[in-house]
T-cell receptor, first 121, second 112 residues
Framework: GAVVSQHPSWVICKSGTSVKIECRSLDFQATTMFWYRQFPKQSLMLMATSNEGSKATYEQGVEKDKFLINHASLTLSTLTVTSAHPEDSSFYIC?????????????????FGNGTRLTVT | QQPVQSPQAVILREGEDAVINCSSSKALYSVHWYRQKHGEAPVFLMILLKGGEQKGHDKISASFNEKKQQSSLYLTASQLSYSGTYFCGTQRGFNAGNMLTFGGGTRLMVKP
């Protein structure tokens, strides 16, 4: 089955520093990847849609200058949390669909990475 | 628009049944169901595409109503391994770039 690998699994950083999270599709190509954020006991909230070779699409209320997304290849998307603050502490999860170019791709499930727990001290 | 899930939480004894509902104010293209264990990534359960569709695997099944505005997840003869938070993810359009919007989740605890 399709596997999405996310690294690191957890990170603790000091306030004001930047953190990069990687999301890789291991056995399939993903022209689009989705970044979600989840606070404790809450739902998955979409932050942005990462598009290979073009700018990411951010959801309303998500600061694009703070959450930098780069999707340089068909198998790798990165999320960089810049100048992190304690309120950025959360569980960040990436996901992707197995994109073959077929019209039915939209019917395929999202494959999730294992998530990254970010703690900003 | 975020779909509305109910109930928010449910506690069951092993072997009991549960129903989780997911509602949207507008017709949907598809509904996905996921289960998430604490500290882990969500795991895909099933997807429903057609109004009136019902499908299942083992003792977990789901339905999508004719108007494609409500889906229900049915857990029968629950097992301890069913514990976790269940999310429905809805998709409005027919486009692979269309993201899933998740409901608030239903926390299910199955006790021995």
């Amino acid at each position: 089955g399709a596997v999405v690998s996310q690294h690191p699994s957890w990170v603790i950083c000091k306030s004001g520093t930047s953190v990069k999270i990687e999301c890789r599709s291991l056995d399939f190509q993903a022209t689009t990847m989705f970044w979600y954020r989840q606070f404790p006991k809450q739902s998955l909230m979409l932050m942005a849609t990462s598009n290979e070779g073009s700018k990411a699409t951010y959801e309303q209320g998500v600061e694009k200058d703070k959450f930098l997304i780069n999707h340089a290849s068909l198998t790798l998307s990165t999320l960089t949390v810049t100048s992190a603050h304690p309120e950025d502490s959360s569980f960040y999860i990436c996901s992707a669909r197995d994109w073959t170019g077929a019209i039915t791709d939209t019917n395929s499930p999202l494959h999730f990475g294992n998530g990254t727990r970010l703690t900003v001290t | 628009q975020q779909p509305v899930q109910s109930p928010q939480a449910v506690i069951l004894r092993e072997g009991e049944d549960a129903v989780i509902n997911c509602s949207s104010s507008k017709a949907l293209y598809s509904v996905h169901w996921y289960r998430q264990k604490h500290g882990e990534a969500p795991v895909f359960l099933m997807i429903l595409l057609k109004g009136g569709e019902q499908k299942g695997h083992d003792k977990i099944s789901a339905s999508f109503n004719e108007k494609k505005q409500q889906s229900s997840l049915y857990l029968t003869a629950s097992q301890l391994s069913y514990s976790g938070t269940y999310f429905c993810g809805t998709q409005r359009g027919f486009n692979a770039g269309n993201m899933l919007t998740f409901g608030g989740g239903t926390r299910l605890m199955v006790k021995p």
